[in-house]
């Protein structure tokens, strides 16, 4: 079995991520330990970046991932006793620009000198080339906030771009390069000279080929993860900041690009947010870790951007986004059901007044990147009268362990699961084997009543090749979700998790009645299959798991159908 995960799973990698990663192993290099390099004059205005949440309390105490933790002495920058995740954010710095930071200079002057004198080159997780990264570019945003950098921290941050240079992801690819890049052209920037040239170039030469590859046409960030793709977006608008502190060092026409490409995230990650202003739970996602929506376009305002938020009105058919209809600001234009489809992505958000629903009719991910997918394949969100009501179970926790199996295992998302196996071979702590490919997307509009429809194959590996097909169908008062599951004989499960703050309660058999914290009331009718309530768990933010209720149908001959009215 463990030789089959790794054959499905090794077979989509791409030749640089093996060499890659026997390169790091049998090719450790020294770091460069030379002189600081000089910095280059700054002429343009750098504009205040996104905010970050405050998580550090004391001097020395910090709040990652919901845990609090103290940096007492030297050790406690690689303690065992931490998760790694939380070392990682520890040794990020974006302490440095989160909101009220200049109320909190005389700590962070501290906790920089700190991190230089007990973090020796190359020793320990800050050295890891992801933080690595992300520090050099809060060192730098830092510094172009005002605050003036030691000698000695300018010899550490020439030290960190050095060695940083030296261990390009290459065996990671996705996110993990961009922010290497992204981390070489803040370099290039800051510093002058010859060596200051060579990282500006390398870090444009990978930007070069990653935007294009990794933003797909309609926006999104092809690892799928709306949180990441919240991620990806604010690092491509500090590179746009980054260009017009100093003007002429980037290409024009580049800085054009990533303005287009930044233009077209946006508008993607406001057709995957709630009416809450948060994102949807597909993927690896939880709140509390990218800069929210509403944060981002602010800060894209600030660089002369959003005029591509059209306040989802009037959207780009050339950007690969249908409207049926359009969707506008005004409610007095809002048309009563709209549709937005996001081909290459593929994922689809069905609106009118009262709800809104945002359905999974997508690939895990990259084949050869799929480390932050969920079984979660024709999953769904639902919102309404403004508050989250089907939820997917969400993301608490990285690493290995049952529990983040588990949470990236199709139970634990609102879909169907056949045979009580996963849609995607979810295993170890990043790893996809067989996964689900969906096809047979069919979306319509009739008469005011919103169709799509999509299968999937990511049960074909079972006895009988089931397939499973949902169709969901949203008019102004409801939305009735139809499972279908044909071949084999299975048992299949239809899970519907409810946000904690819903309450569920039995009316007969067969319906339900749900309060939302509003006050106001849904029904529920399962018109087709077994329905019962279970228990569930639902994951907002990293460290954080709450109990909740999952509405549950059991599918009868392959079949089950249920319907959710708002009025």
Same mark, same amino acid.
């Given at each position: ?24 192993? #049998? $090719? ?26 405050? @998580?550090? #309390?004391?001097? &020395? ?27 990682? *954010? ?12 200049? &109320? ?7 906790? =920089? ?24 570019? *809060? ?65 444009? $030469? ?11 046409? &309609? %926006? ?9 793709? !919240? ?12 260009? %017009? ?40 996602? !939880? ?25 989802? @009105? ?77 939820? *997917? ?17 199709? !139970? ?13 071979? =979810? ?26 429809? @999509? ?27 139809? &499972? ?21 309660? !039995?009316?007969?058999? $067969? ?39 999952? #509405? ?16």
């Amino acid at each position: 079995m463990k030789i089959a995960l790794y054959f499905y799973t090794l077979r989509h990698l791409r030749p640089v991520q093996i060499t890659g990663r026997l390169w790091h192993r #049998l $090719n450790p290099a020294k770091p460069d330990l030379r002189a600081a390099l000089s910095l280059n004059l700054a002429t343009g205005e750098w504009a205040i970046p996104a905010d970050r949440h405050a @998580c550090m #309390l004391e001097a &020395d105490a910090f709040r990652f991932l919901n845990t609090v933790g103290r940096v007492r002495d030297s050790s406690a920058w690689n303690d065992p006793a931490q998760e790694k995740l939380w070392l990682y *954010n520890l040794h990020y710095f974006d302490v440095l620009n989160a909101v009220g930071a200049a &109320d909190r200079t005389a700590w962070h002057r501290g906790l =920089v000198a700190r991190w230089v004198a007990e973090n020796p080159p190359a020793i320990g997780n800050g050295w890891e080339p992801y933080p690595t990264s992300l520090r050099i570019v *809060n060192w730098v945003k830092w510094s172009l906030a005002g605050n003036a950098l030691d000698p000695a921290w300018v010899h550490s941050l020439s030290v960190q771009a050095r060695w940083l240079q030296k261990h390009i992801e290459w065996h990671l690819l996705g996110n993990h390069l961009f922010v290497n890049a992204k981390a070489l052209v803040f370099s290039g920037l800051f510093f002058a000279g010859d060596e200051a040239d060579a990282w500006l170039a390398q870090g444009l $030469n990978i930007l070069g080929r990653e935007v294009p590859e990794q933003v797909l046409p &309609d %926006g999104a960030h092809f690892e799928l993860s709306p949180m990441y793709h !919240a991620i990806i977006l604010e690092d491509l608008l500090d590179l746009v900041n980054a260009a %017009g502190v100093w003007p002429g060092r980037v290409p024009d026409a580049m800085v054009a690009q990533w303005r287009e490409v930044a233009e077209r995230m946006l508008r993607w990650l406001e057709g995957l947010i709630h009416p809450d202003g948060e994102i949807a739970f597909f993927n690896d996602a !939880a709140l509390g870790i990218a800069p929210e929506f509403g944060v981002l376009s602010a800060y894209a305002k600030r660089l002369g951007m959003a005029q591509g938020l059209r306040q989802r @009105c009037a959207l780009d058919d050339a950007i690969a986004v249908d409207s049926l209809p359009h969707v506008c600001a005004s409610e007095a234009q809002k048309p009563i059901v709209s549709l937005q489809h996001f081909r290459e992505s593929g994922y689809v958000r069905l609106e009118c007044r009262q709800a809104v629903a945002l359905l999974d009719v997508a690939c895990v991910g990259p084949d050869y990147l799929p480390g932050h997918a969920h079984a979660d394949t024709l999953s769904f969100e639902l919102s309404v009268h403004g508050q989250r009501v089907v939820v *997917n179970g969400g993301t608490a926790r990285y690493g290995l362990g049952p529990e983040r199996v588990r949470e990236r295992g199709t !139970a634990a998302h609102s879909t169907v699961q056949v045979g009580g196996q996963d849609s995607s071979e =979810v295993w170890g702590g990043f790893r996809v084997a067989r996964r689900a490919y969906p096809f047979d997307l069919q979306i319509q509009d009739e008469a005011g009543v919103l169709q799509v429809a @999509c299968s999937h194959d990511g049960y074909k590996r079972l006895p009988g090749a089931p397939v499973h097909r949902r169709t969901w169908e949203m008019d102004t008062c409801s939305l009735q979700v139809t &499972d279908s599951v044909r071949g084999g004989k299975h048992t299949a499960l239809a899970r519907y998790i409810m946000h904690p703050a819903v309450t569920v309660m !039995a009316v007969d058999g $067969n319906t339900w009645q749900l309060t939302l914290p509003g006050g106001q009331a849904l029904r529920v009718v399962v018109s087709v299959g077994l329905g019962r309530v279970e228990s569930a768990s639902y994951a907002p933010e990293f460290g954080v798991v709450l109990p909740t209720q999952s #509405l549950t149908v059991e599918l009868v001959q392959g079949q089950a159908q249920l319907k959710w009215f708002w009025n």
